[in-house]
């Protein structure tokens, strides 16, 4: 376990030498040390993943502590690892998704000046996430957390030249800081609460909140930490960042606002479930506002037309599907979700991101089409993500998505609504990205003369990873077969020591899940059918859709931003004009600039003792000896 | 007793720092003229070296206190502590002083043999039990500052500078020296512990005696350390010293001041602790005072490191009122933070000062198009010197602050806390300037630099954060310096 100090340092180390490094570094450097030190990092996973594997399920808790960080009085914080099967899955997905995303980018990012400063911060992004998911205490996690929401925000401006990159980052950083407020108060209330921030003494105190003032608290907490997951992940009504910051080059959109960052509120309320269980209000909080958000975001995802977007929408009904399985108590569902979610999802952006480079940084649907003749690598393994991500049965999504729904539906927190949300997204999941895969692929190329001469198939430094994701896409739902499938869920018992403190839940009967199970087989193949309907055979009825009143409501995303600018953004602007032009300007500066300008009358003045001769500075001396000697002597 | 007892009597294990020093400035001073040109830059590997030594030496002594001379010198962990901050500020002094010798023409063996003796009696000063001791120590480490301080010989500035601190230096010295006349009549003893334990039993006229030789010893702790209002030196000879020798001066001296003042103090307050809290109280406010608002006001950018340099000894000397284990611990690792950073600063001007020949703040203005290093350098030694995370500085304030606070000394640390808002202003300005001013020329990056200044810009960045961000262990071993002393 001693590795474990090395699977963060190794990325931070990346970083350091990219960053300090500069031009000096030659660019081939970069091309291997970038990539290079997350797949080291991703090796030293395995090994610490293999270890803890080789003890007993009971003892797969293992902390190791570097050093103590933080000590003032009764406080103190070490640098501590948690290894612990959770931690480990969420590592292993941050580490070998996060490598492949770096060997993508040397393709993708090729060609850019800001090639050096790019895997800096994508370096830097993966130790903040390592230290998020690794840490064993409320603080260092808290710092993964502001790091990751830091490089975010850096790699979304990424190209700042571009006002609306540079828009998103700041929309981005902004709102987050609204979940993060929430987040720094709930680890706040934790450390009054339980006056430690180490998640073991915190868990293990947590029983003793469960009395009905207890309760209370603990659902003040779990509210609290939950706004920060909702900011974090983009869940409503916090949502509206992530879809701008697909302004950000797309492997980050790839990497943090698909793979890893954004699931980090989802790992997060996994890891406080002890929390969560003590407050039932809490939990359904977290799956209403879960299913709300996959099925408002699906809808929009419905009629967007940038391929980016879509994606965006997407990743928000996805990470609504995750917190859905948290409030219903099916936190290993949710995770299983995580992961396979990570496979597909990062899959898709790599794909859109190889589509938008072979066409020139075209990212408009209604500009694409029929490139499935030119990009037969990118084709095949998109077309695998979206069966997967559609819920077709045999591919990852379908048994991740499954387990989830059916959760919804026989967990005593969830119920029929739910299940239904649930279900009815799972068909718009599908209409939505066959809508998109026939757009781009299939049909007549509708980019122009200029464009459709570039059109190429990426670099193998691209297609390898599409390649690999479209294997684990594949296969990777296969860890969490379902008994009634003739499976043994692996991933349950393999993360059941996380979870063993919950409750069981009562034992569906098979017949009944046969039922769910084919009603999402129908309700995918329905979505499919109905995109397959408006563009592929008849999309003259696809173009009467779009008079509809309902239609223009989903395009413009239900409106939610011009509510936001004008219900928030512009009283906050012009409340804080007033507050500015009346307050700090008079009232605030006027004393700053009052009290600067008496400590400077004073400098001038005492300047004026400083004359340059000796005898004075002399007699300074002896007038100092004599006040000492008369103050101490008399005194 | 004769000579040959005592030499038998010596431990010299306990002595192993200042032997390696003594050596090698000896060494370095008699090799000096039998080497030819060619070959002088010896001089410079073998003062590394020896300081080196010096520091494993140091090292090796650590929890090893052992007594010489009849208890009158020590190598208990305090004189530990403060021995690796001389060698740090010294060795960092070095590195960026091959450079600008060479440049200056000086004679470069007389230069590292002074540095090496000065730091040897600063090692005497932070080693001693005794009050001669602690006297003789300051004058050894004293004298070859007056020296240095000089050291530009055909530069009238550097010549006054050298003047300057040398007349008030020994005025100041007969200070102090006259003060221990003092404790002695009332005592019978220069010895510190011997002092303390008579405390109890003096009445009358030792009594009267033993706060004479108070004040008086407080007067020369204080003109070293450049506290207001024995501080008027500084900012003439800081700004006319040449600049590696301001540097070294900032740093060391203050430190060994301060070790010698908190050895005897710590010991010597008793019955006597309150009235002399009283004074060290009015000295940190003063000085902070006088320092922070003088500062702001400077163009010269040495000048203004100069008062920096004396509202940093308020800071140490808020330690010194806070006192007791918390306080004391709390100055040395500000004093080890202090020395990192501010030679950071002063490599950082002597680096301009190469390339550019100004000392003037305003030609700073837009140093990060010329020099972005640099500029990115000095920005983190200004916020440190300010006292904003997550850097040495910081971590120091914190901890002289909340010492302080538990030895409620409230009204003190908001005067502390407004001073070093005040300071804000003048540090922040170069960081402004540097940043958000052009460049008077619009010049191309040239940022070439000598190795070693490349490696004490490196160590002090580095030092720097490392204490602002995980400060446990160093404050741990300034916590574990003190054991023997309370």
């Known amino acids: 376990m001693d590795l474990v100090g090395l699977i963060p340092l190794l990325p931070i180390l990346g970083f350091a030498a990219i960053g300090l490094g500069g031009r000096w570094l030659p660019k081939k450097a970069v091309s291997i040390l970038g990539p290079g030190v997350v797949g080291a990092s991703f090796l030293m996973t395995l090994a610490v993943f293999f270890q803890l594997f080789s003890l007993p399920p009971s003892e797969r808790r293992v902390v190791t502590s570097l050093f103590s960080w933080v000590v003032a009085g009764n406080f103190s914080v070490d640098i501590s690892f948690l290894v612990d099967p959770l931690s480990m899955v969420m590592a292993l997905v941050v580490t070998g998704v996060g490598f492949l995303i770096h060997v993508y980018s040397v393709g993708y990012m090729g060609e850019d000046p800001g090639y050096r400063r790019y895997f800096a911060y994508l370096n830097l992004f993966t130790f903040s996430m390592l230290c998020l998911v690794l840490s064993s205490n409320f603080l260092l996690m808290y710092l993964g957390w502001e790091g990751v929401g830091l490089c975010s925000y850096l790699l979304i401006g990424f190209w700042y030249e571009k006002k609306s990159a540079a828009d998103a980052g700041k929309k981005a950083f902004i709102v987050n800081r609204v979940g993060d407020f929430g987040f720094a108060l709930g680890v706040m209330l934790i450390f009054t609460t339980f006056g430690t921030l180490d998640f073991g003494g915190v868990f293990s105190q947590a029983p003793a909140l469960s009395t009905e003032g207890g309760q209370r608290i603990a659902t003040a907490i779990t509210l609290l930490l939950f706004l920060g997951a909702v900011g974090k992940s983009a869940q409503i009504p916090l949502y509206t960042w992530l879809p701008d910051a697909m302004e950000g080059p797309t492997p980050v959109s790839a990497l943090i606002h698909a793979a890893t960052m954004v699931t980090a509120g989802v790992y997060m309320v996994a890891r406080c479930h002890a929390l969560y269980l003590l407050a039932p209000f809490s939990m359904a909080v977290v799956a209403v506002i879960g299913a709300l958000t996959a099925i408002m975001a699906a809808s929009i995802g419905l009629v967007q037309n940038d391929i980016k977007r879509v994606l965006a929408y997407s990743t928000i009904s996805q990470l609504g599907y995750m917190f859905l399985a948290c409030g219903v108590g099916a936190f290993t569902a949710g995770i299983f979700h995580l992961v396979t979610h990570a496979f597909f999802k990062a899959l898709l952006f790599l794909g859109a991101g190889s589509v938008i480079h072979a066409l020139s940084g075209e990212q408009d649907l209604r500009k694409m089409g029929g490139l499935r003749k030119y990009m037969p690598a990118t084709y095949t393994t998109f077309l695998i993500a979206t069966l997967a991500i559609s819920g077709v049965p045999l591919l990852s999504g379908f048994f991740s998505k499954d387990q989830i729904l059916s959760a919804a539906f026989f967990s005593p927190q969830g119920g029929n609504f739910l299940w239904l949300l649930g279900i009815v997204t799972a068909s718009m999941t599908a209409f939505y990205m066959f809508r998109l895969f026939f757009l781009t692929f299939t049909g007549g190329c509708r980019a122009s003369e200029e464009v459709q001469h570039h059109i190429h198939e990426s670099p193998h430094s691209m297609t390898v990873p599409l390649m690999i994701l479209g294997f684990l896409a594949v296969v990777g739902g296969y860890i969490g077969m379902p008994h009634a499938l003739g499976g043994v869920n692996a991933i349950a018992g393999y993360l059941a020591p996380v979870f063993a403190d919950l409750p069981h839940l009562p034992e569906p009967s098979l ?112 007038m100092g000896v004599v006040i000492i000697l008369a103050y101490l002597v008399w005194g | 007793m004769d000579i040959f007892s005592i030499i038998g009597t010596v431990d010299y294990g306990a002595l192993l720092p200042e032997l390696f020093l003594l050596g090698f400035a000896l060494v370095v001073m008699l090799l000096e003229p039998f080497l030819p040109e060619r070959y002088k830059p010896v001089n410079f590997y073998l003062t590394v070296f020896g300081l080196l030594a010096a520091a494993g030496g140091s090292l090796w002594l650590w929890n090893r206190a052992g007594v010489n001379f009849g208890g009158m010198a020590t190598s208990d962990n305090f004189a530990v502590f403060f021995r690796l901050v001389f060698i740090a500020g010294t060795l960092l002094t070095v590195l960026v002083s091959k450079n600008y010798l060479a440049s200056e023409k000086f004679a470069n063996g007389e230069y590292y043999a002074l540095l090496l003796f000065s730091t040897l009696g600063m090692m005497f000063m932070a080693g001693s039990l005794d009050l001669m001791v602690i006297f003789l120590g300051l004058e050894v480490m004293s004298i070859p500052l007056y020296i240095l301080a000089g050291f530009r010989k055909a530069d009238v500035r550097s010549n006054e500078a050298g003047m300057k601190y040398f007349l008030i230096g020994a005025f100041a010295s007969s200070f102090f020296l006259y003060g221990i006349a003092l404790v002695y009549g009332a005592t019978g003893t220069t010895h510190l512990q011997e002092i303390y334990n008579q405390l109890p039993t003096l009445q009358g006229r030792g009594d009267f005696l033993i706060y004479a030789g108070a004040a008086l010893l407080t007067v020369g702790f204080a003109f070293k350390v450049a506290a207001v209002p024995f501080h008027m030196w500084a900012p003439d000879v800081y700004e006319g010293a040449p600049t590696v020798v301001t540097a070294f001066m900032s740093a060391g001296p203050k430190a060994a001041g301060f070790a010698a003042l908190l050895r005897t103090f710590a010991l010597f307050l008793g019955d006597y602790k309150e009235a002399m809290v009283a004074v060290f109280w009015v000295l940190a406010v003063l000085t902070m005072t006088v320092g922070n608002v003088l500062a702001l006001v400077q163009s010269n950018i040495k000048r203004m490191l100069a008062y920096s340099s004396i509202a940093h000894a308020g800071y140490v000397l808020v330690a010194v009122v806070a006192g007791g284990p918390d306080g004391v611990s709390a100055a040395l690792f500000y004093l080890l933070a202090y020395t990192v950073m501010n030679i950071g600063a002063f490599a950082v001007v002597l680096a301009v000062e190469g390339k550019e020949g100004s000392n003037q703040i305003g030609d700073y203005r837009g140093l990060v198009n010329r020099h972005p290093y640099l500029a990115a350098a000095m920005t983190i030694f200004m916020l440190s010197l300010t006292g904003i995370p997550p850097t040495a500085g910081f971590v120091g304030k914190l901890y002289i602050f909340s010492a302080a606070v538990s030895a409620n000394q409230i009204p003190l640390v908001v005067i502390a806390v407004l001073n070093s808002l005040v300071s804000v202003y003048y540090y922040l300005g170069v960081v402004v300037a540097m940043y958000m001013h052009p460049s008077p020329a619009a010049e191309k990056n040239q940022s070439f630099y000598s190795l070693p200044l490349m490696l004490v810009l490196a160590l002090t960045v580095w030092g720097t954060l490392q204490l602002g961000i995980f400060p446990q262990a160093l404050l741990r071993a300034a916590s574990d310096s003190l054991v023997g002393l309370f």
């Open chain 1, 511 to 622: 017949g009944m899940e046969y039922l769910l199970m084919a009603t999402s087989v129908v309700v995918a193949f329905l979505g499919i059918s109905l995109a397959y309907f408006f563009y592929v055979r008849s999309p003259q009825a696809a173009e009467r859709l779009r008079q509809n009143f309902l239609y223009t409501l989903l395009l413009n995303k239900y409106y939610v931003d011009e509510i936001y600018q004008a219900l928030i953004v512009s009283p906050i602007v012009a409340g804080s004009r007033w507050v500015w032009e009346r307050f700090d300007l008079g009232i605030i500066d006027g004393a700053v600039n009052g009290s600067a300008r008496l400590v400077e009358k004073l400098a001038l003045r005492g300047r004026q003792l400083q004359t340059g001769y000796v005898r004075q500075y002399a007699m300074a001396v002896v």
